[in-house]
């Protein structure tokens, strides 16, 4: 199975903000959401290192991130505001992986050790210094 067979959306593009509820009450405004439409995560949800809120735009995602704690700032390098990430939603994370080892590109950034398992979904990170500067992130839920 090649890379385009696996692939079943683009799930979502990450973007750092400086004001999570500033950010989202924009987006609401914008493109008429409730409050009911966006998926949020408190920084209690993630033991204090941000907050995260999964707003829909045109059958994707754009997921806001704001980090709080100074590891999370550190391992982001404290990026203050833009594009992050995109992220990939695949059939099978291994299988990508592997068929991205094929090309030479390796796993980075978050998940250097491995793909992780958030219980609801497997995430890769790969390289970006494999991938020509782009945080990619592949999402088997």
Do not use: C, W
């Not at 008429?32 to 949800?45: N, S």
């Not at 404290?78 to 590109?105: F, L, P, R, T, W």
């Amino acid at each position: 199975m090649n890379m385009n067979e696996l692939i079943i959306k683009l799930k979502h593009v990450g973007y750092f903000v400086k004001d999570m509820d500033k950010s989202v009450n924009m987006f609401k405004k914008l493109f008429d959401l409730k409050d009911g439409d966006i998926r949020m995560m408190h920084p209690d949800d993630t033991g204090g290192a941000g907050a995260f809120a999964f707003v829909p735009v045109g059958g994707t995602e754009l997921e806001l991130i704001q980090p709080i704690s100074d590891y999370f700032k550190e391992m982001t390098s404290d990026m203050s505001e833009g594009i992050n990430h995109i992220a990939v939603q695949v059939k099978d994370v291994e299988q990508a992986v592997k068929e991205m080892e094929k090309k030479g590109v390796h796993l980075g950034y978050i998940t250097k050790e491995g793909i992780f398992d958030t219980g609801k979904a497997k995430i890769a990170y790969l390289d970006p210094k494999d991938t020509d500067g782009i945080f990619i992130e592949l999402v088997e839920e």
